[in-house]
């Protein structure tokens, strides 16, 4: 039976931190967790009270990997 | 230093879109000589090694929750060089904006029942923390100017930063001014270093790269006024990159790079 300990500590060669734990014991899964570990930015406060024609040059800092997604 | 005597680089990330890690990539694929003269231990948006042992540490991002100092601090022990990549670590870019409004609100606003389960505080350059050797600014940052940082850098000079504003590049590159045909431009207090690359396809300037030393906000909010914009309008063309910067020259009173 499997008996398995996984701790990816960060994702790498993605944008934003990802921790990957997975624990198997005697071939079942007791733990599987994706944790989102990086810091909170907050867009949708940033965008609070600004110009319209703002918006979306500042949505497309929310990921530089996917900037024009971002926008909308 | 490497056995080979290349010098051992790492790059880190903190609050931000990793768009100028991207732009990293993109200038060395152009630049495989500059990949030939450093070593890369550590570069998580690129590769997955990660060597502990490096001399030039690129941060990018801003500072934004009390585990952001440690982090730094450590990073800052082992550097001999600190570049700070891009407005986010450079100005705190757009991260700032969420310092005009209470902490409590912007924490609700996003995560709602589960505010305080997100560390954060008010977003701050990373010099807030930690000394910083060199700067790249931009959001993002421009790729030849990263080329020419890291070559100073390999060459044991301190990287050159522009301390004239947008305009003089605008005006080499013979750019309509955009205040001649109706639109709106942050470049005369702006820190050139970018080509002036949004005049020059037609868009204003909007002061990604932060300002020049002690920039004249008066006479710009003046000009911006001239040309039409409400009071609100003119605020929100000095915040929308710049927060940081704003209200720590409001704070002393003096110019902050
Ligand atoms: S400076 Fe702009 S492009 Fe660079 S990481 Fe920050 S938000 Fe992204
Ligand atoms: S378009 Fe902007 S950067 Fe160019 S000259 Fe006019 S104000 Fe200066
Ligand atoms: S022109 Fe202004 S907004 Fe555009 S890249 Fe240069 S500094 Fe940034």
Redesign the interface.
């Known amino acids: 039976m499997t008996t398995l300990n996984v701790n990816v500590h960060?994702v790498?060669?993605?944008?934003?931190?990802g921790d990957i734990v997975v624990d198997v014991k005697n071939g079942q899964i007791k733990e599987c967790r994706f944790e989102v570990v990086?810091?909170?930015?907050?867009?949708?406060?940033?965008?609070?009270?600004?110009?319209y024609y703002?918006l979306s040059?500042?949505t497309s800092?929310?990921?530089?990997?996917s900037?024009i997604t971002?926008r909308f | 230093m490497t056995s080979n005597g290349k010098p051992k680089v790492a790059f880190f990330d903190f609050a931000c879109c990793e768009g100028c890690q991207l732009t990293v990539v993109d200038s060395l694929q152009t630049h495989l000589d500059l990949l030939e003269a450093v070593e890369i231990v550590q570069f998580r948006e690129a590769i997955s090694d990660r060597g502990e042992d490096y001399q030039i540490a690129f941060i990018e991002g801003s500072c934004t929750r009390q585990a952001d100092e440690e982090r730094l601090r450590k990073i800052r022990a082992q550097a001999s060089v600190v570049v700070a990549l891009g407005a986010c670590a450079h100005t705190a870019c757009v991260n700032a904006l969420k310092n005009l409004h209470p902490l409590e609100d912007v924490r609700r606003w996003v995560y709602g029942d589960q505010a305080e389960w997100y560390d954060t505080y008010e977003a701050r350059p990373i010099s807030a923390v930690i000394e910083v050797d060199a700067i790249i600014p931009g959001c993002p940052i421009d790729r030849e100017e990263f080329i020419r940082v890291v070559k100073a850098l390999l060459l044991g000079k301190k990287p050159p930063l522009p301390d004239y504003p947008v305009c003089v590049e605008c005006k080499l590159k013979e750019n309509v001014c955009m205040f001649h045909i109706g639109k709106f431009c942050m470049g005369p207090v702006t820190r050139a270093g970018c080509g002036a690359i949004c005049p020059t396809y037609g868009d204003g300037c909007e002061g990604c790269r932060g300002f020049i030393p002690a920039p004249n906000e008066n006479a710009m909010k003046d000009v911006l006024a001239d040309a039409g914009l409400t009071v609100e309008a003119i605020m929100a063309r000095f915040t929308m990159f710049n927060t940081y910067l704003v209200s720590a020259r409001k704070a002393d009173g003096e110019e902050r790079r």
């Open positions: 960060y790498t060669r993605v944008e934003g931190h990086e810091a909170p930015r907050f867009f949708e406060a940033f965008v609070r009270g600004r110009p703002e040059h500042i800092r929310i990921c530089g990997d900037a971002s």
